[in-house]
């Protein structure tokens, strides 16, 4: 954000020259050409690293910017704190700048009710642009305080959006930001925003970081830590609480006392050197997904517990709790990753009713998760089920399968775990369960393994997003 960098100050330029030529045109698809178009400079501008994020500064800065620009760069900042994929910047980006160009066009003043609210102007003027669909679904969904939007609808981008408009709003830009920071805590009805304005006011996290969001393998520590002895493995788990969270739940189970375990010395003593490994993958592998900071975590969390839940049930696999969870997070990774669950709620309703954040379609449109997968059940010695995982993804896919037990566990655990979360087809489970029946010794009817499953796994359905 440097006053002398040439990028930063061509995409200044082209800011002021889009706000000028928005003054005279009467072409709605002017404001998106140019949304995009400051979108791509701004993002070509490189900015510091998350960690290195010190906010005090920054807003200090943001404040000292043209009113125009401060909208965009409190984006920016959200997205950095929150390690966002590009993709998802770029669109919140050019959502951001059409709703500030917006209201520059002349028919912006024909619609007096919506001047307030500059995203809905925007998404007022700009509906009839098939191009500009996702950008007017964000813009669509701001402000849910006000519109009485329940928080399961609640749409992350758009949640920033109306943030950002919040804060830089005409009659409080005259105010430091951090006092506007102040007055939006005192004055919010939200949680949501409560959470964003408290993350704007936190220092930078200290601790390990993924150093690529596309590879939970880059920083691991798993290998070395597998032969480490209890002082380096208390260390290692004690400097972070989401590493810690795994190993001090696991213990609490085991405790034969009953009582919860906070210890991790003694947690590692409960859990013994022969489920270490696989405690300790967990552990890792749970903390890294949980650095992507996607907002549906909660509900992902739930449902990769409730398909780990699933596997342990078979009697056939004899598979330890840490086990099946390192199993089941390896194979659910991919929803981690799924840029679509950025863009809308924990439940969303469509033609067909009320559909959830679950989205299985990175498994069957993504040709290099194949690879990824493979890489993950390698590294957490879970060698024997790079096959099963392989022969489940080409079911997802379509194709026929061999029936190993291996494979159908996986296939049902999947289909159970998607029939309790998602509107998923009960006769693809019944199909699974009669294949699987037999050979996993199952129980009678499909009915009562979903019972089991249900009372094994405490699972529910989280309906506020994790910000």
């Known amino acids: 954000m440097a006053a002398n960098n040439p990028a930063w100050l061509r995409y200044q330029h082209l800011l002021q020259q889009g706000v000028e030529q928005l003054n005279s045109v009467t072409d709605m698809s002017s404001v998106l050409t140019i949304s995009r178009q400051l979108a791509a400079q701004r993002l070509a501008i490189a900015d510091t690293q998350a960690a290195d994020i010190d906010t005090t500064d920054l807003l200090q800065q943001i404040a000292a910017l043209p009113e125009a620009a401060q909208p965009a760069e409190l984006l920016l900042l959200f997205c950095q704190l929150y390690r966002w994929p590009a993709k998802v910047r770029q669109l919140l980006l050019v959502a951001g700048f059409c709703s500030a160009l917006a209201k520059q066009l002349p028919q912006a003043a024909e619609h007096a009710k919506l001047q307030p609210y500059p995203a809905l102007l925007a998404a007022k003027l700009l509906h009839k642009l098939p191009q500009a669909a996702a950008v007017t679904t964000l813009l669509n969904n701001c402000y849910p305080t006000e519109r009485n939007i329940a928080p399961w609808q609640q749409n992350p981008l758009s949640l920033l959006l109306t943030q950002c408009e919040y804060l830089c709003r005409d009659t409080e ?77 696991l213990a609490t189970e085991l405790n034969r006392q009953q009582q919860p375990v906070t210890d991790l010395r003694l947690a590692l003593n409960l859990i013994g050197r022969q489920q270490l490994p696989y405690m300790l993958a967990e552990a890792e592998l749970l903390a890294n997904l949980q650095q992507l900071q996607q907002p549906a975590q909660a509900l992902l969390h739930q449902f990769s517990f409730c398909m780990a839940q699933a596997l342990r049930l078979l009697p056939t696999l004899q598979l330890s709790l840490p086990q099946s969870r390192t199993l089941a997070l390896c194979l659910c990774s991919e929803l981690w990753r799924n840029e679509t669950a950025y863009t809308s709620g924990l439940l969303k309703r469509t033609t067909q009713g009320w559909h959830s954040a ?21 590294h957490y010695r879970l060698q024997q089920w790079i096959k099963p995982a392989q022969h489940w993804l080409q079911s997802l896919r379509g194709n026929a399968v061999p029936g190993d037990n291996n494979t159908l566990a996986l296939l049902l655990a999947w289909h159970s775990s998607l029939v309790l979360f998602t509107p998923h087809s009960t006769q693809t489970l019944q199909r699974m369960f009669s294949l699987a029946q037999r050979p996993l010794l199952l129980p009678a009817d499909s009915d009562t393994w979903l019972q089991q499953l249900l009372a094994g796994s405490n699972c529910y359905y989280p309906l506020e997003l994790t910000l």
């Open 358 to 378: 679950i989205d299985n379609r990175c498994y069957t449109q993504d040709d290099a998760c194949a690879g990824r997968l493979t890489a993950l059940l390698q």
């Open 173 to 249: 830009s005259t105010q430091p930001i951090r006092q506007r920071i102040g007055l939006r805590i005192a004055l919010s009805k939200s949680e949501y925003e409560l959470q964003l304005l408290q993350r704007l006011l936190q220092p930078p996290r200290p601790g390990i970081e993924l150093s690529d969001n596309n590879d939970l393998l880059s920083q691991s520590q798993f290998t070395r830590l597998c032969d480490a002895d209890t002082k380096q493995l208390v260390l290692y788990l004690g400097q972070s609480a989401m590493l810690a969270a795994p190993v001090l739940a």
